[in-house]
């Protein structure tokens, strides 16, 4: 299934590609919700407008290639998003697929995406997400539950609602910055995004 927004987008436009990767929801079998929820903490947490370039595929190594490859070479995504598909399974390959059409490993978004589900959960040691650069583009690979999916994004907070374990999206903008994307800004109660001084833009 494919959706698109594209002839929605300005030039001041971040585009972000959303891939669920899931053989029964492409199927039909029952609805998807880890892209619903994705996209709604997005536009809670993005200042900077965005198109989403939706994509709902089953798990097939060379689907989840050519897909990956269509949003970032063709789609124009700056960021691109995929849920699902990445624990020990026989059917689980999305980390191998993201890893075959990466012109970069990025293995920190990984280690700190399961230093955060290690807070919640023992088996988040099973997970095998990667983030990669592909072009200009930045590909991660998020879990497949709605919760899991914003624990990751946010971070570990305590009761004042501060980050004590970091999300990995505060680190998501100036990675975008550095592989010459468009400047992101976050709503700082959601997640701040982090830059070095020198990267700030002044408003």
């Keep these: ?3 698109s927004q594209s002839q929605l987008t300005n030039e001041e436009d971040v585009t972000i590609g959303l891939v669920s990767i899931s053989d029964r929801a492409s199927s039909g079998v029952y609805e998807d919700k880890g892209i619903p929820s ?4 997005l536009r809670q947490a993005l ?3 965005f198109v989403a370039e939706i994509r ?3 798990d097939d190594q060379p689907t989840i290639e050519a897909t990956l490859k269509e949003l970032c070479d063709e789609g124009g995504c700056d960021l691109v998003l995929t849920t699902g598909g990445t624990g020990p399974a026989p ?3 999305t980390p191998e697929a993201t890893v075959a059409v990466a012109d970069k490993v ?3 978004f990984g280690e700190q995406m399961r230093a955060i589900s290690l807070h919640f959960v023992p088996t988040a040691i099973l997970s095998r997400q990667v983030a990669v650069i592909r072009g200009k583009t930045l590909i991660i690979n998020l879990p497949g539950q709605p919760k899991s999916i914003q624990e990751t994004l ?3 907070k305590n009761a004042l609602g501060d980050a004590v374990v970091p999300g990995i999206f505060a680190a998501v903008p100036y990675c975008i910055d550095l592989i010459g994307g468009p ?3 976050t709503e700082e109660t959601v997640v701040k995004a982090f830059r070095p001084k020198s990267a700030v833009r002044r408003k």
């Design 1 to 3: 299934m494919s959706m």
């Design 38 to 41: 994705l996209e709604a903490w």
């Design 47 to 49: 200042l900077t407008p």
């Design 56 to 58: 709902v595929i089953p």
């Design 91 to 93: 059917r689980d390959v």
């Design 106 to 108: 990025m293995p920190g």
């Design 154 to 156: 946010e971070g570990v």
């Design 183 to 185: 400047y992101i800004e």
